[in-house]
């Protein structure tokens, strides 16, 4: 089954629930930045996440997360929107190693201090930056603390990574959801909590017994007894990025004259990599030269 997010409302109890199949694109973006596994794991995650608190905002705005730690992994950094497209990095993809299940499996990947920030865009070109330090050191639950400590939004979420064995081969990233559960204003805390511990505890039978037929027909084998269940939208999902060569001069530009001239001089051009895609732009002397005309008219 392809990506996509599958956006529901349990009307009976006003409680949103959203759900995301990420496991194409957590695949592209581990072969893109050429992750190995721990860090492939951890971006993963990271997408999934962004792909579904990009389903929760209003309009054409994007969200960042990023994860700073001091452990091997250093961090990562992802974005989504609601239409759809994420993307994002680790700043080490070469993590191969995880401790043993149990509470610390994430410890040797994460180290021992860091934080989550996310930043939203809300509109009119103004944002707002909020962050939560690492506590549990595992990325489901310090964001779980985030919605709670800083956002002050009841949220449970659930991220699951499974293996898929074919042709005599594993793959780590075979089948990759998340579900993110939030009440409305005024919606049934109660009814909220128990459908929580209910999806939490049946997410991973129902994954594997529904993935392959879509994100609704999770949600459903996930709530069957809820006929109040209505699906609200419903779109792909993909690992894409907005970058271009437009972009990459107009940032140039924005290093200030001197620095780009100086560049000229010492280069005479400019080497450009985008750290979410890997795409190397090469911009020629004669377009920073008239790129300093440009500016200077």
Not at 12 to 37: C, G, M, P, Y
């Amino acid at each position: 089954m392809a990506d996509e997010l599958v956006s529901g409302l349990l009307k009976d109890v006003d409680v949103r629930v959203v759900l995301a199949l990420t496991s194409e694109l957590s695949r592209k973006a581990r072969d893109t930045h050429q992750s190995q596994a721990a860090s492939a794991a951890l971006l993963s995650q990271g997408l999934t996440a962004a792909a579904l608190m990009g389903a929760l905002q209003k309009g054409p705005a994007r969200i960042n997360v990023q994860l700073e730690c001091d452990g091997p992994l250093r961090g990562f950094f992802v974005d989504g929107d609601n239409a759809g497209v994420v993307r994002g990095y680790t700043k080490n993809p070469h993590v191969k190693h995880v401790g043993a299940e149990g509470q610390w499996h994430w410890r040797p990947v994460l180290g021992n201090k860091g934080y989550i920030s996310v930043l939203r865009d809300i509109g009119e070109g103004e944002h707002y930056r909020s962050s939560v330090e690492l506590e549990r050191f595992d990325f489901v639950e310090d964001l779980e603390r985030y919605f709670a400590i800083s956002d002050q939004v009841a949220t449970q979420l659930t991220l699951e990574q499974f293996p898929l064995t074919g042709n005599g081969t594993t793959e780590p990233l075979g089948l990759v959801a998340g579900v993110l559960l939030q009440p409305l204003p005024n919606g049934d805390r109660e009814a909220f909590q128990a459908l929580g511990r209910q999806i939490k505890q049946g997410f991973p039978q129902a994954l594997r017994a529904h993935g392959a037929e879509g994100g609704a027909a999770i949600l459903k084998a996930l709530l069957p007894e809820r006929t109040d269940l209505e699906i609200m939208s419903r779109y792909p999902l993909s690992f894409a990025c907005t970058c271009s060569r437009e972009r990459v001069k107009t940032a140039l530009l924005a290093m200030g004259r001197e620095e780009l001239t100086d560049m000229l001089q010492k280069e005479g051009k400019a080497e450009v990599t985008c750290q979410f895609c890997t795409t190397q732009y090469v911009i020629p002397g004669e377009e920073i030269r008239a790129l300093l005309q440009a500016g200077t008219s």
